[in-house]
């Protein structure tokens, strides 16, 4: 039996989902930042008699409505995905999920609750390996459909584009084609001769490196709070810890979640990808029919996040994975990763591809934003992280996308007979509501803004 309540006052909304036989109660809490993020928090709770279940409904929702106006927050049902944070509590467990949009890895909402944890309450997946390497937790483990180990085709993986970006950069007609191809079929590509010096990018590598390395005790000064996107955090179901970080613009940097082994490296590494990326940007708006600067203008103003995932060693790495599949809810990405040690796959064609690391090089995909801009013409494709059972590996992802009032929907002059208009217009900041709202697996989120399937609010 479920029993479904739903009350609104004001801008206060809460949903609440009482089911009678499993005794689960589920709030959905989110937060419109006003600056493009957005945070989501989920609140399960259980109870083992249904009379204390029922009072717990109660009261549980009142203080919850409460904290409601006391912090800004408005509450509404979803389904989405966390990450999981324990609250100790001797009659029951309260798990507490939050999601935030810099998230590159996709979670899934375990309806599950958690034995009370000694110090530290977090478990981190890097902390779970170590105490543990041989043993790994039911949440993590998926089936044989889920893995699609049946669809691996390493040998495409020498297809995947790479692009020269001094000749990119310099306007080169050929370079520029190669680029439309790239998004057009691959919606990945690799760039080499990007101007990045090599000591810069071991340098952060090191950095982060001997981060990973501090204790825990150490790495949970920088701790994601419930209330905030940026900070250390790791995932629920996903083999990954990771640190998100908002570089630009500078003014929404939070300095007490730099660590001071990374913050000089850290910050030069993000201006370097800024220049690349942007020139990415500008090649992508001339393929547009735009102005060299046009889909920069577009987005009134470039944010730019940071992210590193690192990835401890698996000992069921045909059952675990890093990264849940999922496209990016941005404009692009660019990734540089290990030289040594290959775990990025991407979706082509229902097939899962390998992207075969080339030192010093970055890759970079395309995001949601610029698939809608161009009505479909480039793809914002699927992709995941799989783990090692020997080697750990650590991924840095920087995200650039466009303010939080800034429009997106097809360009005009990409819409005719032959291309109809596929995507309803919106602002940057509803989609990601509207993300949020989804399940981050796979591409629900995009398809959802098609015309023919939108889904509005």
């Known amino acids: 039996m479920l029993i479904f309540y739903c009350w609104q006052v004001l801008p206060y909304r809460c949903t609440v989902f009482f089911s009678l036989k499993k005794n689960v109660l589920c709030f959905c809490v989110s937060r419109d930042l006003n600056v493009g993020p957005y945070i989501y928090y989920v609140v399960f709770l259980s109870a083992r008699e249904d009379l204390v279940f029922k009072k717990t409904v109660f009261l549980f929702s009142k203080l919850m409505f409460l904290h409601s106006f006391q912090t800004g927050l408005f509450l509404s049902g979803s389904h989405t995905q966390h990450q999981r944070r324990p609250y100790q509590s001797t009659q029951r467990t309260v798990s507490i999920a939050k999601m935030s949009t810099l998230n590159g890895g996709a979670d899934h909402v375990l309806g599950t609750t958690h034995k009370k944890e000694e110090s530290p309450t977090f478990p981190y997946i890097q902390e779970t390996a170590r105490k543990n390497p041989f043993n790994v937790p039911e949440s993590y483990v998926r089936t044989e459909e889920q893995m699609e180990k049946h669809l691996y085709t390493p040998h495409l993986s020498s297809h995947l584009p790479i692009i020269d970006f001094g000749l990119l950069s310099n306007g080169n007609k050929e370079e520029l084609l190669k680029l439309d191809f790239a998004c057009k079929e691959w919606g990945y590509f690799q760039i080499v001769n990007h101007g990045m010096q090599i000591d810069l990018m071991q340098r952060v590598k090191d950095a982060v490196a001997e981060f990973s390395e501090l204790s825990i005790k150490e790495k949970i000064k920088y701790a994601m709070p419930p209330d905030d996107m940026q900070g250390y955090g790791h995932t629920s179901v996903d083999w990954s810890d990771y640190l998100v970080l908002l570089v630009y613009p500078t003014r929404f940097r939070k300095p007490q979640f730099w660590p001071k082994e990374l913050k000089d490296t850290i910050d030069a590494y993000s201006n370097e990808i800024k220049r690349i990326g942007e020139e990415v940007i500008n090649s992508l708006s001339l393929l547009l029919g735009l102005e060299e600067h046009g889909l920069l203008d577009l987005h009134r103003e470039v944010h730019q996040g940071f992210r590193v ?82 080697k750990k590996r650590t991924t840095f992802i920087s995200y650039l996308f466009p303010q939080g009032d800034a429009e997106i929907g097809a360009l005009d002059h990409m819409i005719d007979d ?39 609010e």
């Open 309 to 390: 995932n690192y990835y401890p060693p698996c000992n069921t790495p045909e059952k675990v994975l890093g990264v849940s599949p999922h496209s990016d809810p941005r404009t692009i990405a660019i990734v540089m990763q290990d030289d040594d040690v290959s775990g990025t796959e991407i979706r082509y064609k229902r097939n899962w591809v390998p992207i075969t690391p080339i030192p010093g090089a970055l890759v970079v995909n395309v995001g949601d934003v610029i698939e809608i801009l161009s009505n479909g013409k480039y793809k914002s494709v699927e992709h995941r992280a799989i783990t090692n059972k020997n």
């Open 418 to 456: 032959q291309n109809p208009k596929m995507y309803k217009d919106t602002t940057y900041g509803e989609y990601l509501r509207h993300v949020l709202n989804t399940k981050l697996e796979g591409k629900p989120h995009i398809n959802a803004t098609k015309i023919n399937e939108w889904i509005g």
